[in-house]
């Protein structure tokens, strides 16, 4: 059973068992794949290439990755897709980065521990899979929570899968983004 992070002399450490160690690298996983540029950089434009301009001037058509790569200017078609072209190369890339970090420090033997850099890219990892599982489920709002949790409960839905599970799954990021927040936070403790 997972115990959530804590700042310790050595770093940043949290214990989990093999099935949360699993269905964590599953989900960062999923949402790497998600994030796969289809959009890359211009294929006719060297500069382009070589700066990472890319394609893409349209908002994802998947809820899910809209919510990753949201527009940059709501009342602005033509600016959100001008800096669309000019970030979300980037932006996908930085983020399939910090997913690929916590992934690989998953794998690590032992407790879980973590420089602070690590667990800033954990921190943003975990909010972008909490952002696609959202999305999945239709929960937008605090309210959403609720109904969901209501809705499950008639549907009785706890099987893999179900929404009660995969409301467990994201509460269960919940807490542990938490407690990393919380650890980041803390000093050093006393003597190190």
């Keep these: 059973m997972a115990k959530g992070f804590r700042r310790t002399r050595r770093g940043i450490r949290a214990r989990l068992d093999d099935n949360e160690r699993g269905l964590l690298a599953h989900l960062l996983v999923e949402v790497h794949e998600?994030?796969?540029?289809?959009?890359g950089p211009g294929d006719d434009d060297p500069l382009a290439q070589l700066v990472g301009i890319g394609t893409a001037v349209e908002p994802p058509s998947d809820p899910a990755?809209?919510?990753?790569?949201?527009?940059?200017?709501r009342d602005d078609p033509?600016?959100?897709?001008?800096?669309?072209?000019?970030?979300?190369?980037g932006l996908r890339e930085r983020k399939r980065a910090g997913l690929e970090v916590a992934r690989r420090t998953l794998g690590r033997d032992g407790a879980l521990?973590?420089?602070?850099?690590?667990?800033?890219?954990w921190v943003v990892a975990l909010t972008d899979v909490r952002l696609v599982l959202a999305s999945r489920m239709g929960?937008?709002?605090?309210?959403d929570h609720e109904r969901l949790e209501a809705l499950a409960d008639?549907?009785?839905?706890?099987?893999?899968?179900?929404?009660g599970f995969l409301l467990?799954?994201?509460?269960?990021?919940?807490?542990?983004?938490?407690?990393?927040?919380?650890a980041l936070?803390?000093?050093?403790?006393?003597?190190?």
């Design 34 to 39: 998600l994030l796969d540029d289809d959009a």
């Design 65 to 73: 990755l809209a919510r990753l790569l949201p527009d940059a200017h």
């Design 78 to 89: 033509e600016a959100a897709a001008e800096f669309r072209r000019y970030t979300e190369s």
């Design 113 to 121: 521990l973590l420089d602070d850099d690590e667990a800033r890219a």
């Design 139 to 143: 929960l937008e709002v605090d309210e």
């Design 154 to 163: 008639e549907q009785d839905s706890d099987e893999p899968g179900g929404l």
């Design 168 to 182: 467990a799954v994201y509460d269960f990021l919940t807490w542990l983004q938490e407690t990393l927040v919380e």
């Design 185 to 192: 936070l803390e000093p050093l403790p006393d003597g190190s």
